[in-house]
């Protein structure tokens, strides 16, 4: 939905902008138009800002390591950017800290992180050709 | 001036009638020497005489023995024969004695030959002088209270009544807010926003409401004022208005906040974050960390990494005592609220018997990087930024 999501291309990346207040068809929607993205324009990373949602509980902490693992098996890394301080001990609190997810402290720093997850596979890939 | 005598009988008779549908007051006549000449029904309710045993007996029956021992009844006339008429209130005599409030209008009867004995108006007032005089034990007791603004106002919210308390606390005589609405007690804001109709409709539901908010003085000024709320019903059970008691908590308050703020500055103190360098931080733990140090000190850690844009955090245990399972929790979580905002974090400072007790405790670190040195835990700090700025090079040069 354009209401609660804006997806931008940057290079190779996507850097997909969540706000507003996540409820079950919202996410339904927003999973289809990230995917369909992704897919559509090879993208190789997906960075997910989320600082301008309203609320950030064990329901969309669930719904965003979802969004991570569809990106990821479309063949493009992920991260996630723009959790705020409270929002971090909250999560935690809640034991939704979401621990197989890269997180960011900024898009500039999120773009890096996805670079060099990129590369570190190609390196590991490469050294399986080569053995 | 001509009198007509026929009239003059018919008029009595119809007096008579009247005075005998009268059972509210006593209205006995009595001739020149004070003696009771008349009777009715009225007079026999109230005093419980009948008319056999009272007609021909003195005024003096009604009188408490030490008013008729005193002259009283004497005077009493005398009073009533130069002045017309005479209004007292005193205590009188019921037959067998029981007393009760009277009210006494006595007046000088003449006719054409001359006086002719004395008309007695006789109300009981002994029930409205029980309530007059509770009333005005209230009213002392509330205008005693000096300390406490106790006030009524009607369900329009105009204010009906003022004590000196109120006068003491908020500035104002009762001539300046009496009919005025309560709403000029209230700041603007809370005025604007209802904060005085929650409080009113609260009071009336629940039967009292308790309420801390900032109070507007005359001069201006605001003091923190605690108040209770309690509606006053009829006897129907009809709102009838609101009776508010209102103390002024500004000290009280200002102590709490002031203690508040030392608490926060100690805690403050005991747990300093260090910017180290470009995008490291240190934060070096001293002393027992119970619950409410460690959630203060991932708190303020968060919002310095926020600030600094941190990659790399460096949590140094050389100060802490000892670990146990607790703090270790705590430890963890901050980790853990420190990588989803987007940093790393290495734990410095473990001692080699630290270790041991951690391993036996069963304490898992999951993938924490941990060093002994802080020197140690530094090098490895930058090397993590130098590899992250080196993908980003990269990525630029590439891009």
């Given at each position: 939905m354009?209401?609660?999501?804006?997806?931008?291309?940057?290079?190779?990346?996507?850097?997909?902008?969540?706000?507003?207040?996540?409820?079950?068809?919202?996410?339904?929607?927003?999973?289809?138009?990230?995917?369909?993205?992704?897919?559509?324009?090879?993208?190789?990373?997906?960075?997910?800002?989320?600082?301008?949602?309203?609320?950030?509980?064990?329901?969309?902490?669930?719904?965003?390591?979802?969004?991570?693992?569809?990106?990821?098996?479309?063949g493009a890394?992920?991260?996630?950017?723009?959790?705020?301080?409270?929002?971090a001990?909250?999560?935690?609190?809640?034991?939704?800290?979401?621990?197989?997810?890269?997180?960011?402290?900024?898009?500039?720093?999120?773009?890096a992180?996805?670079?060099?997850?990129r590369?570190?596979?190609?390196?590991?890939?490469?050294?399986?050709?080569?053995? | 001036?001509?009198?007509?005598p026929?009239?003059?009988?018919?008029?009595l008779?119809?007096?008579?009638?009247?005075?005998?549908?009268?059972?509210?007051?006593?209205?006995?006549?009595?001739?020149?020497?004070?003696?009771?000449?008349?009777?009715h029904?009225?007079?026999?309710?109230?005093?419980?005489?009948?008319?056999e045993?009272?007609?021909g007996?003195?005024?003096?029956?009604?009188?408490?023995?030490?008013?008729?021992a005193?002259g009283?009844v004497?005077?009493?006339?005398?009073?009533?024969?130069?002045?017309?008429?005479?209004?007292?209130?005193?205590w009188?005599?019921?037959?067998?004695?029981a007393p009760?409030?009277?009210?006494?209008?006595?007046?000088?009867?003449?006719?054409?030959?001359?006086?002719?004995?004395?008309?007695?108006?006789?109300?009981?007032?002994?029930?409205?002088?029980?309530?007059?005089?509770?009333?005005?034990?209230?009213?002392?007791?509330?205008n005693?209270?000096?300390?406490?603004?106790?006030?009524?106002?009607?369900?329009?919210?105009?204010?009906?009544?003022?004590?000196?308390?109120?006068?003491?606390l908020t500035?104002?005589?009762?001539?300046?807010?009496?009919?005025?609405?309560?709403?000029?007690?209230y700041?603007e804001?809370?005025?604007?926003?209802?904060?005085?109709?929650?409080?009113?409709?609260?009071?009336?539901r629940?039967g009292?409401?308790?309420a801390?908010?900032?109070?507007?003085r005359?001069?201006g000024?605001?003091?923190?004022?605690?108040?209770?709320?309690?509606?006053?019903?009829?006897?129907?059970?009809?709102?009838?208005g609101?009776?508010?008691?209102?103390?002024?908590?500004?000290?009280?308050?200002?102590?709490?906040?002031?203690?508040?703020?030392?608490?926060?500055?100690?805690?403050?103190?005991?747990?300093?974050?260090?910017?180290?360098?470009?995008?490291v931080?240190?934060?070096?733990?001293?002393?027992?960390?119970?619950?409410?140090?460690?959630?203060?000190l991932?708190?303020?850690?968060?919002?310095?990494?926020?600030?600094?844009?941190?990659?790399?955090?460096?949590?140094?245990?050389?100060?802490?005592?000892?670990?146990?399972?607790?703090?270790?929790?705590?430890?963890?979580?901050?980790?853990?609220?420190?990588r989803?905002?987007?940093?790393?974090?290495i734990?410095?400072?473990?001692?080699?018997?630290?270790?041991?007790?951690?391993?036996?405790?069963?304490i898992?670190?999951?993938?924490?990087?941990s060093?002994?040195?802080?020197?140690?835990?530094?090098?490895?700090?930058?090397?993590?930024?130098?590899?992250?700025?080196?993908?980003?090079?990269?990525?630029?040069?590439?891009?």
């Open positions: 354009p209401d609660h999501s804006a997806i931008m291309h940057m290079g190779q990346d996507l850097l997909v902008i969540l706000h507003g207040d996540l409820d079950d068809r919202t996410v339904e929607s927003i999973e289809r138009e990230v995917t369909s993205e992704v897919a559509r324009t090879s993208a190789r990373g997906a960075l997910i800002d989320v600082s301008g949602v309203d609320v950030i509980d064990s329901f969309v902490a669930q719904v965003l390591a979802r969004l991570v693992r569809m990106v990821r098996l479309l890394e992920a991260a996630i950017v723009g959790i705020r301080p409270a929002v001990i909250s999560l935690v609190e809640l034991g939704a800290s979401m621990p197989d997810v890269t997180t960011a402290l900024s898009a500039e720093q999120g773009m992180r996805l670079r060099r997850m590369a570190d596979n190609s390196v590991r890939i490469d050294h399986g050709k080569h053995c | 001036m001509a009198v007509d026929v009239a003059v009988v018919e008029d008779a119809y007096y008579t009638q009247m005075v005998n549908t009268i059972t509210d007051y006593a209205v006995i006549h009595l001739d020149n020497e004070g003696v009771v000449r008349s009777w029904a009225g007079a026999e309710h109230l005093t419980g005489y009948t008319a045993e009272i007609i007996q003195p005024a003096a029956v009604f009188y408490t023995v030490a008013d008729a005193a009283r004497e005077a009493d006339l005398r009073t009533a024969t130069a002045a017309d008429s005479q209004v007292t209130e005193g009188r005599l019921r037959k067998g004695g009760y409030w009277a009210s006494v209008v006595l007046t000088a009867v003449l006719d054409q030959s001359g006086p002719a004995g004395f008309g007695m108006v006789v109300r009981d007032l002994t029930a409205g002088r029980e309530q007059a005089l509770m009333l005005r034990s209230l009213e002392q007791l509330v005693s209270i000096a300390d406490l603004e106790v006030i009524r106002f009607d369900c329009d919210g105009l204010v009906r009544s003022w004590n000196p308390g109120a006068q003491k500035g104002y005589v009762a001539e300046e807010v009496i009919g005025h609405h309560v709403s000029m007690f700041n804001d809370d005025a604007s926003s209802g904060v005085l109709d929650r409080e009113m409709t609260g009071a009336a629940d009292s409401m308790e801390e908010g900032w109070r507007i005359k001069d000024s605001r003091f923190w004022a605690n108040i209770v709320l309690s509606p006053i019903r009829d006897d129907q059970g009809e709102l009838a609101y009776v508010k008691v209102a103390r002024d908590l500004t000290e009280r308050r200002e102590q709490d906040q002031l203690v508040q703020r030392q608490r926060d500055e100690i805690l403050e103190l005991s747990t300093p974050v260090i910017q180290v360098w470009d995008k931080l240190v934060l070096p733990l001293i002393g027992t960390l119970d619950s409410g140090r460690a959630a203060r991932t708190e303020s850690l968060l919002e310095r990494i926020a600030a600094d844009q941190a990659e790399v955090v460096i949590l140094d245990i050389s100060g802490v005592p000892g670990i146990d399972s607790g703090v270790a929790q705590h430890l963890l979580e901050t980790v853990e609220a420190a989803l905002m987007g940093t790393e974090s734990l410095s400072g473990v001692r080699p018997d630290t270790a041991q007790s951690m391993v036996h405790l069963g898992d670190l999951g993938g924490l990087r060093r002994t040195s802080l020197r140690d835990a530094l090098q490895l700090a930058l090397r993590l930024i130098d590899a992250r700025a080196g993908s980003r090079d990269e990525a630029g040069i590439r891009a």
